[in-house]
């Protein structure tokens, strides 16, 4: 494996810890199951390629992460609004913005940005680690903006709600407010890691968010199987690490011969051994 495969696996874990943050918010925070973002990654993929061949990159980025903002809150909405069940309402706003994405891209179902100015095009004379830098920069300061929001007043609200909603409700905290943003928050960032995804790659393509859930969850089971704390800032740092270590486990099995179309089902067994491990650890002293 040399050093070229090695630092594509590092930038691929660190956009897809930029993913596992926004999962985290949702699942592990809220405790909802959100199925919007196969959607809204792809939603942040179309706005970045879109506004970048316009000739404005970092606008793209920035755009990318209120379309995905929005499409939280959409779903937040209906679940707290209209009363609709939380994975159904994560599925119809997947499925809505599908069409939503396709006409962002001028219903084309990819765009190419070669050629074109992209965040990294300026930081060429550090090949052939630009791009890891400028993902390191963004993953770090993510995770520190994250992590001093969720010890604020709104933030301890959101992982109350998550917890206890009856008590927090008892406290007369808005749960419904609570849930809307914290969504929209969680979708927001799925939707710039689908910027960054689409500016790193050089391409848009309608079917990108595909998988996108099995990942983040993969990598936060992974992570916080390994590093097990109370602590937020241990917690999305170990949010971080699992999105890498599962982007090398899949590199190493490529690397092994994989074939690539076997990644899906790869994906799956790894989710399916972290959540499993803790029982079949006590299964396995029992027998011993």
Same mark, same amino acid.
């Given at each position: 494996?040399?050093?070229?495969?090695?630092?594509?696996?590092?930038?691929?874990?660190?956009?897809?810890?930029?993913?596992?943050?926004?999962?985290?918010?949702?699942?592990?925070?809220?405790?909802?199951?959100?199925?919007?973002?196969?959607?809204?990654?792809?939603?942040?993929?179309?706005?970045?390629?879109?506004?970048?061949?316009?000739?404005?990159?970092?606008?793209?980025?920035?755009?990318?992460?209120?379309?995905?903002?929005?499409?939280?809150?959409?779903?937040?909405?209906?679940?707290?609004?209209?009363?609709?069940?939380?994975?159904?309402?994560?599925?119809?706003?997947?499925?809505?913005?599908?069409?939503?994405?396709?006409?962002?891209?001028?219903?084309?179902?990819?765009?190419?940005?070669?050629?074109?100015?992209?965040?990294?095009?300026?930081?060429?004379?550090?090949?052939?680690? =630009? %791009?890891?830098? !400028? +993902? $390191?920069?963004?993953?770090?300061?993510?995770? *520190?903006? &994250?992590?001093?929001? @969720?010890? /604020? #007043?709104?933030?301890?609200?959101?992982?109350?709600?998550?917890?206890?909603?009856?008590?927090?409700?008892?406290?007369?905290?808005?749960? =419904? %407010?609570?849930? !809307? +943003? $914290?969504?929209?928050?969680?979708?927001?960032? *799925?939707? &710039?890691?689908?910027? @960054?995804? /689409? #500016?790193?790659?050089?391409?848009?393509?309608?079917?990108?968010?595909?998988?996108?859930?099995?990942?983040?969850?993969?990598?936060?089971?992974?992570?916080?199987?390994? +590093?097990?704390?109370?602590?937020?800032?241990?917690?999305?740092?170990?949010?971080?690490?699992?999105?890498?270590?599962?982007?090398?486990?899949?590199?190493?099995?490529?690397?092994?011969?994989?074939?690539?179309?076997?990644?899906?089902?790869?994906?799956?067994?790894?989710?399916? +051994?972290?959540?499993?491990?803790?029982?079949?650890?006590?299964?396995?002293?029992?027998?011993?």
């Amino acid at each position: 494996m040399n050093s070229t495969v090695i630092l594509g696996a590092l930038e691929l874990g660190g956009i897809f810890a930029v993913l596992s943050l926004g999962l985290y918010i949702s699942f592990k925070v809220l405790n909802i199951p959100d199925l919007t973002v196969d959607g809204s990654f792809t939603t942040g993929c179309a706005v970045s390629a879109v506004v970048a061949v316009a000739g404005y990159p970092v606008l793209g980025m920035v755009l990318g992460f209120v379309a995905g903002a929005i499409a939280g809150m959409v779903t937040g909405l209906l679940i707290t609004k209209l009363n609709i069940n939380e994975i159904l309402a994560g599925i119809l706003t997947q499925t809505a913005l599908y069409s939503v994405n396709l006409r962002i891209m001028h219903q084309t179902p990819n765009i190419s940005l070669f050629n074109h100015k992209t965040i990294f095009s300026s930081t060429t004379q550090f090949e052939p680690y =630009d %791009k890891l830098l !400028i +993902i $390191g920069v963004i993953v770090i300061v993510i995770t *520190v903006l &994250l992590n001093y929001f @969720l010890k /604020t #007043q709104m933030g301890l609200a959101l992982r109350a709600c998550g917890d206890n909603e009856a008590m927090v409700r008892a406290s007369s905290i808005d749960t =419904d %407010k609570m849930k !809307i +943003i $914290g969504l929209g928050l969680a979708n927001g960032l *799925v939707a &710039l890691s689908g910027a @960054l995804f /689409t #500016q790193q790659q050089g391409y848009a393509d309608i079917t990108s968010g595909i998988g996108m859930m099995v990942i983040g969850l993969a990598s936060i089971i992974i992570g916080l199987t390994f +590093i097990k704390s109370d602590k937020v800032a241990v917690c999305l740092v170990g949010t971080i690490v699992g999105a890498i270590f599962y982007r090398f486990a899949l590199t190493i099995a490529l690397y092994l011969g994989l074939p690539s179309g076997d990644l899906k089902i790869l994906s799956a067994f790894i989710v399916v +051994i972290a959540i499993s491990s803790a029982t079949l650890k006590r299964r396995f002293k029992r027998h011993a």
